[in-house]
């Protein structure tokens, strides 16, 4: 019995002893030391030139998508709507809206945005400010501020869209399957109405879906920057994300979005 007593407590002391070294040895390690400033503004001015190309590289992109749908859409919409007629010519009629809304995003994809502004405020400032940690905690608060803007902004503009092109989409199925006398319509007329509101709801539903999932660059790239810097706990502090939900009511459904800042 004593020889078992005694291996149980040379086990358990080994345990303790094992522990305590390993604490010990936690307790010793190096801590993060905060990089300098100078290094600092590098890495800010490199990660900025990056998701700016990026940002940029977006937008032409953007461009030449629209570009090309809406020139292949809107003449052959034109071409084949003098040879088609009733339900055969609201497509047509949908896809010349439609092409034309493509058409119409192009100048707005090139509008260049807030990473553009950042990006060239640190430019000025590194050479008008002698405070280098200044300038990097001052571009940092205009980043972040930046982001949450573009989220708040994401988020109505999204939502907003969204309600519009469902309604779109909604009323131009209504004239489509309905029978003809909808507000005193023709068949026809019904028919083209119905193609306009098709092919102007989809394209603003796609970007509204579209403006609420996907994040903007701004967003993007403060989060990889914010999760970069391990030594700036003032920086770690995430953005507030958009709800949204949906309550059944009598004869539909109510829709909401709501955002905390």
Known sequence: ??????????????????????????????????????????????????????ARRARVATALIGLSIGTVLVPSGLVLLDRTDGISQALVIGMIVGGSAQLASVPLALIPTRMDGITNDLREKRWADRDTKYTVRAIENEWREAAAASRRRRAIVGATMLIVGTAS????????????????????AQYTWGGVFMGSGIPVTSLGVRFIFEWSAE???????????????????RLNSPSFGALPIRGGALAFAALVF
Do not use: C, I
Not at 169 to 188: D, I, N
Not at 219 to 232: H, L, P
């Open 219 to 237: 967003e993007t790239s403060w989060e990889a920057y914010r999760n970069m810097k391990a030594d700036a706990v003032f920086l770690h502090a």
């Open 1 to 54: 019995m004593f020889p078992r007593l005694s291996r149980a407590g040379v086990f358990a002391l080994g345990a303790m002893m094992g522990l305590t070294s390993s604490w010990r040895a936690e307790a010793d390690e190096v801590q993060a030391v905060p990089q300098p400033v100078d290094v600092d503004l590098k890495h800010l001015a490199t990660e900025l030139d990056l998701f700016t190309a990026e």
């Open 169 to 188: 989409l909604a009323t131009g199925l209504t004239f489509l399957l309905a029978p003809s006398g909808v507000l005193g319509m023709s068949r026809k």
